[in-house]
């Protein structure tokens, strides 16, 4: 079966860090390009970051660049989404998705709640 | 960005009726490989969004065919030929086409 899932979600503190993992299973994950989706509470979805299949290339929304790093271990079948400088706007359920432009493979998501 | 408008927001439908969503986007998704990379989504309360159509008419695995996906030039259009109280959700269409992806509003629906 075809499985994301995600966690490391938590509760920290405004300009606290945390990182996120995504385990993978089912498929070659090496063989595909990974992206990190938000949403908050109530709101819609937003494209947060996504890695090519050897991790040579990342993209970010602008109001996380500089702030987040996207990586993978494509021999532990896993994707990271490292947050530094939280602020209480990146509050959300993060998902981490498979293939940027078609998204068809989602996890569970996972919950970061940044507040003081 | 390329912009997504999503309407309308609710739709209030009766259980066995039709309902349409509409999608319209800010510029072409014509990519240069030939594709057209609009996706629409289902996210039923408390799940993970589930991919419903690909590549603008395309149903994915186990989706049943009474939704259906079209286009006509930057509008784009999910329908749902006879409602079921398990379509009840939000309904969100996306383009892959061009960097960042974009998500639209979103669409709740819901059973009079």
């Known amino acids: 079966e075809v499985q994301l899932v995600e966690s490391g979600g938590g509760l920290v503190q405004p300009g606290g860090s945390l990182r996120l993992s995504c385990a993978a299973s089912?498929?070659?994950?090496?063989?595909?390009?990974m992206a990190w989706v938000r949403q908050a509470a109530g709101k819609g979805l937003e494209w947060v970051a996504n890695?090519?299949?050897?991790?040579?290339?990342?993209y970010f929304v602008d109001s996380v660049k500089g702030r987040f790093t996207i990586s993978r271990d494509n021999a532990k079948s896993s994707l990271y989404l490292q947050m530094n400088s939280l602020r209480i706007e990146d509050t959300a359920v993060y998902y981490c998705?498979?293939?940027?432009?078609?998204?068809?493979?989602w996890g569970q998501g996972t919950v970061v709640t940044v507040s003081s | 960005d390329v912009v997504m408008t999503q309407s309308p927001l609710s739709l209030p439908v009766t259980l066995g009726q039709p309902a349409s969503i509409s999608c319209r986007s800010s510029?072409?998704?014509?990519?240069?490989?030939?594709?057209?990379?609009l996706n629409w989504f289902q996210q039923r309360p408390g799940q993970s969004p589930r991919r419903l159509i690909y590549?603008?008419?395309n149903r994915d695995s186990g989706v049943p065919d009474r939704f259906s996906g079209s286009a006509s030039g930057t509008d784009f259009t999910l329908k749902i030929s006879r409602v079921e109280a398990e379509d009840v959700g939000v309904y969100y269409c996306?383009?892959?086409?061009?960097?960042?992806?974009?998500f639209g509003g979103g669409t709740k629906v819901e059973i009079k």
């Open positions: 998705a498979r293939d940027p432009r078609a998204l068809p493979i």
């Open positions: 590549k603008v008419s």
């Open positions: 890695i090519n299949h050897d991790g040579s290339d990342q």
């Open positions: 089912g498929f070659t994950f090496s063989n595909y390009h």
């Open positions: 510029q072409s998704l014509g990519h240069s490989d030939g594709n057209t990379y």
């Open positions: 996306m383009q892959g086409t061009h960097w960042p992806p974009t």
